[in-house]
């Protein structure tokens, strides 16, 4: 019996023991000293301290951890001391882990400190550590497109009051009434492309975004995007190259449809007028590319890296003054993405810029389909 009880106890500590280092929380213990006597490789990565050169370090060389009221984790009256000595666990949201050790900036995070006690004794604390970086960008890019979303209504909304209370409150010609009918058709058509963006790219975010691939004739989606962006034109030339003849790609005529109308829509939004924006199309034996070329704002160099980001806009004063979310650009890319092709963007500052979209042709899919099948 006696032998029975020794093996579960070393079966407890062995447990006890892999469930502390494969934790994918970052664990330190800290004895009644102060000093570290343990981490975990998930604290190792999270500190930059290695577990050989924190032990036995006081665990406020280790664990530089303020919250932003200034409160310090190991401070006299912090929340490690008190643990200690009350017995008592404490959580505390949202602080600062800074590593001095390493360069990095310093880590938000949120910590718990848990008693380890022996029989009624405190003997330790177990101070757990976790990275709130991917939960604060969630709520960081809600917040932008809550922002983005009223400041971009907040035009049309404005717009549509005026034109409505002038129908409403002037004896109008019948040529006034029609062109501000027109004006409140057009930024209710805006709204409904800020709000179908929205919802996309909620969609996109989280992972309900579905398509199904099939065949698309690419010549009637070209010809429905450019129909549809022509309002928008007004005093700029859309000129167009497109062979009579072009080879199917393989994906969806809706999205591919959508991809265009962004494409153009931006192109025209930040092309001055009188500028032409050009529609080009060719295809090669794997794909068929669309290049939409302007001659408008153009990118700065250290912008295009960023340009497909979700609510990304230059900080250049010429971009900030035209109105947009920075969402069109994300959205080109996640759908391109969940067609299989591929988008590229080549600009110069102040002269203008071309975005190309890459699709696979049918034939190509379905040999590379092939090919995948037999190598299987």
């Known amino acids: 019996m006696l032998r029975g009880d020794r093996t579960r106890r070393s079966t407890d500590r062995a447990l006890r023991s892999n469930a502390f280092e494969q934790s994918l929380q970052a664990l330190v213990i800290v ?57 008592k666990a404490v959580d505390t949201h949202f602080a600062y882990l800074f590593r001095f050790r390493t360069s990095d900036e310093p880590v938000r995070v949120s910590y718990s400190v848990a008693p380890i006690r022996d029989g009624n004794d405190v003997a330790a604390v177990l101070v757990a550590i976790h990275d709130v970086t991917p939960e604060l960008e969630i709520i960081q890019a809600k917040d932008a497109l809550m922002l983005a979303a009223s400041h971009e209504l907040k035009t049309p909304v404005t717009t549509l009051k005026g034109l409505s209370e002038l129908l409403l409150d002037f004896d109008l010609t019948e040529p006034q009434r029609r062109e501000l009918l027109q004006d409140l058709h057009g930024q209710v058509n805006r709204m409904e492309r800020l709000i179908a963006d929205l919802l996309d790219v909620s969609r996109i975010d989280a992972g309900r975004m579905s398509i199904e691939l099939s065949s698309v004739e690419v010549g009637p989606v070209i010809d429905h995007a450019c129909e549809e962006v022509r309002p928008l034109l007004q005093q700029r030339p859309l000129r167009r190259s497109v062979p009579a003849a072009l080879p199917p790609v393989f994906g969806q005529s809706q999205k591919l449809h959508q991809i265009l109308v962004n494409l153009l829509t931006n192109a025209i939004k930040y092309s001055p007028d009188g500028s032409p924006v050009e529609l080009s199309v060719t295809a090669d034996r794997e794909q068929v590319h669309f290049g939409v070329r302007d001659q ?46 591929h988008v590229d963007v080549r600009s110069q500052y102040g002269k203008g810029s071309v975005f190309t979209i890459s699709l696979p042709r049918v034939q190509a899919d379905r040999a590379r389909r092939r090919a995948a099948v037999a190598a299987s």
């Open 296 to 341: 408008g704002v153009g990118i700065r160099s250290e912008d295009l890296p960023r340009v497909f980001h979700k609510f990304y806009r230059a900080e250049d004063p010429v971009v900030r003054r035209i109105p947009g979310t920075g969402l069109g650009l994300y959205i080109v890319r996640s759908l391109v993405d969940m067609l299989g092709g």
């Open 31 to 87: 004895d009644r000293e102060s000093s570290v006597v343990g981490l975990n490789h998930a604290a190792e990565r999270l500190t930059g301290w290695s577990r050989a050169e924190a032990r036995g370090r006081p665990a406020a060389d280790v664990l530089e951890v303020r919250t932003e009221t200034g409160v310090n984790l190991c401070a006299a009256n912090g929340p490690l001391r008190r643990a200690l000595r009350q017995g």
